[in-house]
């Protein structure tokens, strides 16, 4: 389990205070949780400080008991915490797709034999096995996007952080990645975070957590936290079109999601 406790964070030399004030969450194996607020509210530092790329100013995360706050952890917490980022090319380091999903094997010290098959099984799951000699670089956006889901999936991780994976991608992009996510990453169990600006995309997931302002202010099922119209519209944020149109289908405005 990934565990948050009264997290707070400032950048050094910030105006603005602090960008996380106390937040506390929970991240069960197996578990799916979307997370959603407008720009600024703090959601990539908040996904950056669960495998320690950053340090809580204050609070703790502990990875199945493994605190960030202790360097000797903090290699094995990255092994159980992957994590895409919002630009794949922010994470792509080599010079071949087949040579970027071996990367974080070759830095498990996984036996060449093994690593091999394990290649070649993230190569034909996430449809790269075409372009397994081919330049990162010249892959189209959803296709890059697929190769850095691979190349952490290929690790299995226990925990999965996606922040706003697909918000640089087209509509069909965008379906291919969750597809794939729901596909591939769920069946093995493993904890899923997915940071989104589409409501739509939290629909299914088993928890929707809305942060505002550094805070954590929704958090339940996407059905529940989705009655909150008229909030999370003050927050700067949409709701799906199904929770629109019922609303004005009964006539009542909003407020009968209150």
Do not use: I, N, T, Y
């Given at each position: 389990m990934i565990e948050a406790h009264a997290l707070k964070f400032q950048y050094p030399g910030s105006e603005e205070g602090f960008a996380l004030r106390g937040i506390s969450f929970t991240l069960k194996a197996g578990e799916r949780v979307a997370l959603m607020g407008a720009n600024g509210s703090g959601k990539t530092t908040f996904v950056r400080c669960l495998n320690g790329l950053l340090k809580p100013f204050s609070g703790d995360v502990l990875v199945d008991g493994l605190s960030v706050h202790k360097d000797q952890f903090l290699h094995e917490i990255r092994r159980r915490v992957g994590m895409v980022f919002q630009n794949p090319d922010n994470q792509i380091v080599t010079t071949s797709v087949l040579r970027e999903i071996a990367f974080g094997l070759e830095n498990l010290g996984l036996e060449p034999e093994k690593m091999k098959g394990q290649v070649q099984e993230a190569l034909e799951r996430f449809n790269l096995e075409e372009y397994r000699d081919a330049p990162p670089h010249l892959l189209s956006g959803g296709e890059r996007q697929r190769l850095a889901l691979a190349s952490v999936w290929v690790m299995k991780p226990r925990y999965l952080i996606l922040d706003e994976p697909t918000s640089l991608l087209d509509p069909r992009g965008r379906r291919e990645v969750l597809r794939l996510i729901k596909r591939e990453i769920e069946k093995r169990h493993v904890g899923v975070l997915l940071v989104t600006q589409y409501p739509e995309?939290?629909?299914?997931?088993?928890?929707l957590v809305v942060m505002h302002q550094g805070?954590?202010?929704?958090?339940?099922?996407?059905?529940?936290?989705?009655q909150h119209v008229e909030k999370l519209r003050r927050m700067g944020m949409g709701v799906p079109v199904n929770v629109e149109l019922t609303a004005y289908a009964i006539g009542r405005g909003y407020a009968h999601f209150r």
């Open positions: 995309e939290a629909l299914g997931f088993d928890r805070r954590v202010l929704l958090d339940g099922s996407p059905e529940h936290v989705f």
